[in-house]
Each structure stands twice: as structure tokens, then as C-alpha cells.
């Protein structure tokens, strides 16, 4: 049997809701699957992410509080191999963590490559600064 190639296959981030994942669509290239536990999640969607996931390397990115801690613990259960990024106790979660520190800490994991912000479609998030504020 063939082994994985995470990079043929890219990333699927796995975040609480969906303000989460229009955050992180902000920055990330299309191709980027975002999937949302949409709060703590039971076996059955637990199972449902796993199928969805794939192939893929499994990133996930929760909130530094009881509930996102607990949602990490879970997942962290089924994907075991899992890249783990954090967001700082001060931010108000993911959709309030500040864009540049987001992608610095998406770098750092891997999910950003060099140039990734060059092949970035502007879109929607041209009205708003690197600094998650609107402009």
C-alpha cells in the first residue's frame, strides 16, 4: 500500500462555528477546506468530519477556553496526527484573533507556504486591514 502524501492531498482546518471559518477564509487560498464541529461535537459528526477530512493532513484550531479545549480533546481523539494551532488566551477566539497573527501561526504549521499571499484572490477580504479591522 502506498504511504500518504499530506501534500498532494492538502489541509483540512477544523474550527468551532462558522464566524470561525469566514475569519480563516479571509486569508487562506480556496483550496483550503475549513469544516466547522459547529460546537462540541457527538460520534456522529465526530465520524462525519473524519469521512470529510480524508486524505487530508487534519489542522485543528479551536478557542483558548473550557468549551474549545474540550472540542480539541475530541478531535484530537479521532485525528491523532492532527497539526494543532493555537490562538492566545487574550484574543476572543478565533474570530477575534487578529489576521496577522493567525497567518503567522498558520505558517508556522505549514498550511501557508512562501508566496501564499501572492495567489490570493482579494475578494471580499480587500475591505478589511491585515489587522482584522474594516477599512
Known sequence: MKGIDREEEGFAILVEGKHDRARLRRILPADVMILCTNGIP?????????????????????????????????????????????????????????????????????VLGPGWDEERPLGDSSAWGRDGKRR
Open 42 to 110: 457527538g460520534h456522529r459528526r465526530l465520524m462525519a468530519l473524519q469521512k470529510q477530512v480524508g486524505r487530508r493532513q487534519a489542522v485543528i484550531l479551536t478557542d483558548n477556553d473550557p468549551s474549545g479545549r474540550r472540542i480539541r480533546g475530541l478531535l484530537s481523539e479521532v485525528f491523532p496526527d492532527a497539526l494543532h494551532v493555537y490562538t492566545k488566551a487574550g484574543y476572543a477566539g478565533v474570530e477575534g484573533t487578529p489576521l496577522d497573527y493567525l497567518e503567522r501561526q498558520l505558517e508556522k504549521a505549514g
